[in-house]
């Protein structure tokens, strides 16, 4: 798990060369390897989540309530819980996604986060992955199957 903190470490340093951006990452990744390689639980993720990073995930009505309001607020200190609350109340990938967006602020940020989440657990649409696919110029495909057969050969998986 190490190599796992060190890479979303170097991942984050380029854009969110701040502590609290660096520890989102981390979070983040872990989640997903605990997601994708053990084969945790949601419960267990939200747990691991708190106990190691300090992340306690807010309730779904008090995210849309905050959104509702009009507030934005980037930080990965209230990006990620959410983001992270978006996949443990969902049921399939792209609900995931609509709920992200449904929060409110800062939704980009938030649907990516909880869609790389998402991925590690749900089965991505074949539809969806066609679209996504299909505005990628030829040199991204080419890191995207790269990057894709590099967490294959990591996770002994493979998605997408």
């Known amino acids: 798990w190490e190599d796992v903190i060190e890479e979303a470490k170097k991942s984050a340093i ?6 609290e951006g660096i520890k989102g990452a981390q979070c983040i990744a872990e989640a997903i390897c605990w997601l994708r390689l053990m084969r945790f639980s949601k419960s267990d993720v939200e747990r691991k989540v708190e106990k190691f990073f300090g992340y306690e995930l807010p309730p779904m009505r008090d995210i849309k309530k ?5 507030h934005f607020d980037g930080t990965c200190q209230e990006t990620v819980p959410m983001a992270l609350r978006c996949f443990m109340d969902a049921n399939s990938f ?3 996604i609509r709920l992200a967006v449904l929060c409110d602020g800062d939704t980009d940020t938030k649907a990516c986060i909880a869609g790389s989440v998402a991925e590690a657990y749900y089965p991505v649409p074949e539809w969806m992955i066609e679209k996504a696919i299909s505005y990628l110029p030829d040199d991204m495909l080419i ?18």
Do not use: A, M, W
Request: proline content about 3%.
């Open 14 to 19: 380029v854009s969110h060369n701040h502590p």
């Open 66 to 70: 905050i959104g509702s309001e009009g």
């Open 94 to 96: 792209e609900e995931t």
């Open 143 to 160: 890191i995207l199957e790269q990057f894709y057969e590099r967490i294959q050969d990591s996770c002994g998986t493979k998605k997408g």
